[in-house]
């Protein structure tokens, strides 16, 4: 396993390798089972992985986030040595942003609902990293989690404008034995914290269960009353899969989208409930 942190450490080690398909998960380190499943499906669909490790300071909205967030890199290189990943990319800030060409592109509705509501620049800051990510890399497949739905829309969309050669796959959430869906901040809930966190899935579940086109305003306000049972709400939306409208067609697939915190801890998650 190759680990490189400069841009031509970068190009010589992807030229030797320009025969082959490759395979492209970004990460922000501190991984787990979820960033583990998204590796895999890599190593299955490409001859040659590559993962990025890199916090990415453009995507936090808030500073006090970006100073907690956890890293653990020497740890991360001893779990991809061991998933036999072919090439790591730890880039710092200036190695990638000093010659930054930005991208424009319209994400309409994709970018001003749910996440893009609560966490303003976030998507801006996601799409800027991984068009420079894209750019450098070339990959033929990326792969992200379900449980970053939005993002990945975003993400689907910046590759249908400007990459079209990169086929973006979306891999499932990878959950706790309880539910939780698998994220690097579960690490700093409390044990407590961490027990309450289990039931978000289950409000989830019940919604998925009790879903029918004609109750869904019902279902949000029922399932926020449930959320706040545990926990600090932010919303919970019933919304079409592939456009994040709500306008109701009665006929496309629905998914519900949470964000709520415990314990300072903010948390999101989402599920399919129709298709
Ligand atoms: O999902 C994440 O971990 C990040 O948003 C990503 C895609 C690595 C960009 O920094």
Request: with cysteine.
């Amino acid at each position: 396993m190759q680990v490189v942190k400069q841009l031509q450490e970068l190009n010589e080690a992807l030229s030797t390798e320009s025969n082959k398909s490759i395979g492209f998960v970004p990460t922000m380190g501190f991984l787990h089972h979820g960033h583990l499943s998204l590796i895999n499906a890599s190593k299955k669909k490409a001859d040659f992985t590559v993962v990025s490790i890199f916090v990415n300071p453009t995507q936090f909205n808030n500073p006090t986030d970006l100073e907690n967030y956890p890293v653990s890199l020497k740890e991360d290189l001893m779990t991809l040595e061991k998933q036999e990943v072919d090439l790591v990319f730890c880039p710092d800030y200036n190695t990638l942003y000093t010659n930054e060409k930005p991208v424009d592109i319209t994400l309409g509705k994709l970018d001003s609902v749910l996440e893009a509501r609560k966490r303003k620049g976030h998507f801006q800051g996601v799409i800027r990293v991984v068009n420079i990510f894209f750019k450098l890399i070339n990959p033929n497949y990326a792969f992200f989690g379900e449980k970053d739905y939005q993002q990945y829309l975003i993400i689907a969309e910046l590759a249908r404008v400007c990459f079209p050669q990169i086929e973006i796959i979306m891999c499932p959430t990878q959950r706790e034995q309880v539910g939780l869906a698998m994220s690097s901040r579960n690490s700093r809930l409390s044990t407590k914290d961490f027990e309450k966190a289990n039931e978000i899935y289950r409000v989830l579940k019940y919604c998925k269960e009790n879903f029918d086109f004609s109750n869904r305003e019902e279902l949000e306000k029922t399932c926020l009353k449930k959320l706040a049972e545990f926990s600090e709400p932010e919303y919970f939306e019933i919304r079409h899969s592939d456009d994040l409208l709500n306008n109701g067609d009665k006929l496309k697939s629905w998914r519900a989208f949470t964000a709520t915190n415990l314990g300072g801890i903010r948390l999101i998650d989402n599920i399919a409930l129709n298709q």
